[in-house]
């Protein structure tokens, strides 16, 4: 899996959940959503679908810092 694979499964898997549990009064949690992502890495991670290098160099996206 790619960054940009990742991304899109964070998005559709993992955004929803957060904007119902953490932004319901829809003000974006940018640390719910960057430890958000740093739990899916670590998943992906732990179930081979990314490389411990994939891991440890890729950065936050976007839309867990104030972009789409």
Do not use: V
Not at 4 to 27: L, T, V
């Amino acid at each position: 899996m790619n960054k940009n694979q990742a991304i899109r499964e964070f998005k559709e898997f993992e955004m929803p959940y957060i904007r119902e549990i953490y932004e319901q009064d829809g003000i974006p949690d940018w640390i719910a959503r960057r430890e958000a992502w740093n739990n899916f890495t670590d998943m992906l991670c732990k179930n081979r679908q990314i490389t411990s290098e994939q891991y440890e160099t890729w950065d936050h996206p976007p839309i867990t810092n104030g972009g789409n």
